[in-house]
């Protein structure tokens, strides 16, 4: 049973950065690259907070998460895109306009109390007749909507980019823009509607975060993890497999850094706290070299 609900809990707290990180591995094989996941994941969770409480919907706060992250990421793909900015600066500008925006509307929207902020979660949802399988049924068939839903996007995205006409067009978008645009592809109408579509996977983690991990929001929830998935791209080598398999990783660290803290051991807590961000550090160690990246990443149409 301890096992069981350990990595249950792993595979929860893996979703939001498998979200985030699919999102930023489809818009990375275009060509762009989008540091901003972090600012879109926030923006998503205190979306979804904010829709949440207000209706006391789980689900209207999901979606209000989705809208969210699509207009973070119109935001940053209009300044990219259209208006020539640098992505790297664009992205990093996303992640503080997100940082101060959610702060200050969630001191004067919903933080005005003082009292620990509680919403409603996303409930779990068995599947019929396989969450009664023993061990593995209430790991992968118990959980809720988003959690069925970042799994099942893995392969879809796999296929699309490996067996589809549209991601042959993507690829060669990411990897030789300027080929794919003399054979009559839209560059940036395909790097756009990519971003949107990360975007809206990206606000989708951070909904995760407030509706099923924690049932709350605080100022800075997302901790890291958007720039997590960005390591995670790295670590799966552009691959949405490999990207699960990094995602899960970093939620199985999580998970373990909670059971040691209620360990009660004489170690202070933030040794724990540290321990899934030292292991993506070690995961970027061990993936260096960007054999696999996009040729193209980074760069402006052309």
Same mark, same amino acid.
């Given at each position: 049973m301890v096992l069981e609900s350990f990595l249950a809990a792993g595979l929860l707290l893996a979703t939001p950065i498998l979200l985030a990180a699919l999102g930023e591995l489809l818009v990375e094989r275009t060509g762009v690259l989008n540091i901003g996941v972090e600012g879109t994941m926030l923006a998503g969770a205190f #979306? $979804?907070?904010?829709?949440?409480?207000?209706?006391?919907? *789980?689900?209207?706060? *999901?979606?209000?998460?989705?809208?969210?992250? @699509? $207009? @973070?990421?119109?935001?940053? #793909?209009? *300044?990219?895109?259209?208006?020539? #900015?640098?992505q790297i600066i664009a992205g990093a500008a996303i992640n503080l306009l997100a940082l101060g925006a959610t702060g200050t509307l969630y001191r004067a929207l919903l933080g005005g109390t003082? *009292?620990?902020?509680?919403? &409603?979660?996303? =409930? =779990?949802?068995? @599947? &019929?007749?396989?969450?009664?399988?023993?061990?593995?049924?209430?790991?992968?068939?118990?959980?809720n909507a988003v959690v069925y839903l970042a799994i099942v996007v893995v392969p879809i995205l796999a296929a699309l980019l490996s067996r589809t006409g549209l991601g042959l067009r993507l690829r060669a978008i990411g990897d030789h823009p300027a080929a794919a645009s003399s054979l009559g592809y839209s560059v940036r109408a395909h790097r756009f509607w990519a971003t949107l579509v990360g975007g809206a996977l990206g606000g989708l983690g951070g909904a995760t975060l407030t509706l099923a991990a924690t049932n709350t929001f605080v100022e800075g929830i997302t901790a890291g993890r958007g720039f997590v998935a960005l390591a995670v791209v790295v670590f799966g080598r552009w691959s949405p497999w490999g990207a699960l398999a990094g995602a899960l990783l970093f939620g199985l660290a999580s998970a373990l850094q909670f059971q040691l803290q209620a360990a009660a051991l004489s170690i202070p807590y933030q040794a724990f706290l540290m321990l899934p961000y030292v292991l993506t550090l070690l995961v970027l160690v061990v993936s260096r070299g960007s054999a696999s990246a996009p040729r193209a990443l980074g760069t402006r149409e052309s």
């Open positions: #979306a $979804a907070a904010l829709a949440a409480s207000a209706s006391g919907d *789980a689900g209207l706060g *999901a979606l209000a998460a989705v809208g969210m992250g @699509v $207009a @973070v990421a119109a935001l940053f #793909a209009g *300044a990219t895109l259209f208006l020539g #900015a640098d003082g *009292a620990p902020l509680l919403l &409603p979660s996303l =409930p =779990p949802l068995p @599947v &019929p007749l396989l969450a009664d399988l023993p061990f593995v049924g209430r790991i992968f068939f118990s959980q």
